[in-house]
């Protein structure tokens, strides 16, 4: 678009009521499911994994937000649904987006709960029939998101109480496309 028509066109645009401008951005811009997962550490380091009913490889729990539905309480509703827990969020989400796949997984570091039991871990759902606390020294096969939110939490891990991923320096290879 030459550059005095695209200026007569964002005039234009601000000029519209903000309930047509967002409804323009949805229509024109391509859409992206978003998701919460859960990478959640005992205090021994051992990390959670799930495996699904439809997947081989083992993943962290999470699921799709819900219309409306803040990111940690989808990442808390998924954990409790899927394993039975109640966690603690650990500081900020790290953020992944999928392009091919069109989703945004926001990935978050976790604790359990103050009275919860790390040996009470067991699938809770029908879409969940495996649960397993792993040593990140010697994670099984992996889902390529769960892959990636590991690399993007060690990436964006900034605290000195980030333990979690500094043991894990061969998760890149353990990536499956």
């Not at 803040?70 to 992944?96: M, N, W, Y």
């Not at 495996?130 to 939110?149: C, I």
Request: net charge positive.
């Amino acid at each position: 678009m030459r550059p005095r028509l695209h200026r007569l066109a964002l005039r234009c645009y601000r000029l519209l009521p903000d309930n047509v401008r967002r409804w323009g951005v949805r229509v024109m811009t391509p859409n992206y499911s978003v998701g919460a997962m859960c990478v959640i550490e005992r205090d021994d380091g051992r990390i959670l994994l799930v495996r699904q009913a439809y997947r081989q490889r083992w993943g962290t729990p999470g699921g799709l937000l819900q219309r409306r539905e803040p990111a940690a309480t989808a990442a808390k509703r998924e954990v409790a649904e899927e394993v039975g827990f109640d966690i603690s969020l650990v500081g900020e989400p790290a953020v992944v987006v999928a392009e091919r796949a069109q989703r945004v997984d926001l990935v978050y570091r976790a604790r359990l709960a103050p009275g919860q039991d790390p040996d009470d871990a067991t699938a809770r759902s029908a879409e969940i029939v495996d649960v397993g606390w792993f040593s990140p020294d010697a994670l099984p096969d992996l889902q390529h998101e769960t892959a990636s939110a590991l690399v993007a939490l060690a990436r964006s891990a900034r605290s000195p109480q980030a333990p979690l991923l500094a043991a894990v320096p061969d998760v890149e290879s353990r990536r499956v496309e």
